[in-house]
C-alpha cells in the first residue's frame, strides 16, 4: 500500500492536494460533542480511507472509487454538505482520464445527479439565499479535472510518438545505408570472386603457388560477402521503436491504454536485444487485447544489472484468462525466450497479468 501510495503520489499529485479542504469541510464537527458529529467525523475518516486506497491500490481501485462516491453522497443527502463530492469530482475524474470513456460518463451521471439533487434540496429549504454563484466550482470540477488530465496524457503520447518518430527517421537513415552497403560492397565482393576464380585459371607463372592464393582470395572475399549479407539482414530486423508504434495503434483500437518506462534507453540496447524483445512485445500485447479484458498495459524495460535485459508486460485484466493453460501464444513466447538462453515468466498478481522476459548480455553476441 505504501510503495502503491508514493509511486501513484507522482501521478495524480494533485489529486492529494485538495485534502488541505477537508480539514475546513468537517472543522464544525470539532470537537466532537454529539452522537451526530462522531458519526460525521467516523464518516470523514471513511472517506479520507477509501481516497487513498483510490490512488495507492490497483487492485481496490472500482471499491475505493465506488466508496468514496457513495460517501460523498451521504454527506450531501444528510448533511447537506456537497462540498465534500468535490473531492471525487477531481480525483476520481483525474484517474478515469487514462481510462475508456465510458467510465468517466458513468461517473459524471452519478455525481451530476447528486449535484441536481443538492440543488433542489437547497431550494426547497433555503430559496431565497440559495447563492448559486457558489456552486460554478463544483459544477465544472469533474469537466475541468478530466481534461486536465486527458491534455496531460494527450501531451505525454505526442511526446512518446515524436520520439518513436525521431528513432524511425533515425531507422530510415540506417537502412538507407544498408541498400548502399548492399548495392556497393556486395557487389564489389562479388566481382573480386569472379575475377579471382578467372585468374586462378589463367594465371601461369609460377602455378604451384598461385592457386592457394587465389583460393584464400575467394574465401576471404565470400566471408565478406556474407558478412555484409549479415549486417543488412540485422539493420532490417523490426526494432523496439518500430514494435512500439504498432503495438500503440493495436491497443488503441481495443480502447487499451498504453504506458511505457524506459523505453528511451531501450530503443539504445543492441540489436541482437531488441530483434529478440520485438516478438515477445508483439505476442504480448496480442494476448492482452484478445484475453484479458484489460484497460491499461504497462511495458517496461530494465537493465536489472549490468549484464542482463528485462521486458516487462503489466495490464489489470483478468490474468486467469491470459495465462490459460496450453496457450499456443504463451508457450510460443516462453521457448522462443529459452531458446535465446534467456529466462521467461507469466504470473497473476493483484492487478492482472505480469509478463516478463530476461535475455542475459552473452545474448548480444548469438
Do not use: C
Not at 430559496?127 to 475541468?144: A, D, E, M, R, T
Not at 603457388?209 to 583460393?215: F, I, Q, T, Y
Amino acid at each position: 500500500m505504501i510503495k502503491g501510495l508514493r509511486s501513484n503520489l507522482k501521478t495524480y499529485w494533485y489529486s492529494y492536494i485538495w485534502l488541505i479542504f477537508l480539514i475546513e469541510d468537517i472543522s464544525d464537527k470539532f470537537p466532537p460533542k454529539t452522537s451526530s458529529d462522531w458519526f460525521w467525523v467516523g464518516m470523514t475518516f471513511l472517506f479520507l480511507i477509501a481516497f487513498v486506497i483510490t490512488s495507492a491500490s490497483p487492485k481496490y481501485q472500482i471499491a475505493g472509487m465506488i466508496t468514496e462516491t457513495l460517501i460523498g453522497m451521504i454527506f450531501t443527502f444528510f448533511d447537506n454538505n456537497f462540498w465534500i463530492m468535490i473531492f471525487p469530482g477531481w480525483q476520481i475524474s483525474s484517474i478515469l482520464a487514462y481510462a475508456p470513456k465510458r467510465y468517466f460518463r458513468l461517473f459524471a451521471t452519478v455525481y451530476y445527479a447528486t449535484f441536481i439533487g443538492e440543488m433542489i434540496n437547497l431550494k426547497i429549504l433555503n430559496p431565497v439565499n440559495l447563492g448559486l454563484w457558489l456552486f460554478v466550482f463544483p459544477l465544472f470540477s469533474p469537466i475541468f479535472a478530466y481534461s486536465l488530465s486527458r491534455s496531460i496524457k494527450h501531451m505525454q503520447d505526442l511526446a512518446h510518438t515524436n520520439q518513436r518518430l525521431q528513432s524511425v527517421i533515425t531507422r530510415g537513415e540506417r537502412e538507407r545505408i544498408a541498400r548502399d552497403l548492399h548495392d556497393t560492397l556486395g557487389q564489389s565482393f562479388s566481382m573480386i570472386t569472379v575475377k579471382s576464380q578467372l585468374a586462378k585459371k589463367l594465371l601461369e607463372k609460377q602455378p604451384e603457388k598461385v592457386p592457394a592464393e587465389l583460393d584464400d582470395i575467394i574465401d576471404t572475399s565470400r566471408q565478406n560477402l556474407q558478412l555484409v549479407r549479415n549486417i543488412v539482414n540485422n539493420l532490417r530486423q523490426e526494432m523496439i521503436d518500430e514494435s512500439m508504434i504498432k503495438q500503440e495503434k493495436n491497443l488503441q483500437e481495443a480502447q487499451i491504454n498504453l504506458q511505457t518506462e524506459s523505453e528511451q534507453d531501450a530503443n539504445k540496447w543492441p540489436t541482437a536485444i531488441q530483434i529478440k524483445v520485438t516478438p515477445i512485445l508483439r505476442e504480448a500485447v496480442t494476448n492482452v487485447i484478445r484475453h484479458s479484458r484489460a484497460t491499461l498495459v504497462l511495458i517496461s524495460f530494465s537493465r536489472p544489472d549490468n549484464d542482463s535485459y528485462q521486458v516487462t508486460i503489466q495490464d489489470n485484466g483478468h490474468g486467469i484468462n491470459y495465462s490459460r493453460e496450453g496457450s499456443h501464444g504463451v508457450l510460443g513466447m516462453q521457448e522462443r525466450v529459452q531458446a535465446d538462453g534467456g529466462q521467461f515468466n507469466i504470473q497473476s498478481n493483484k492487478i492482472g497479468t505480469l509478463v516478463s522476459a530476461r535475455w542475459s548480455k552473452e545474448t548480444e553476441i548469438k
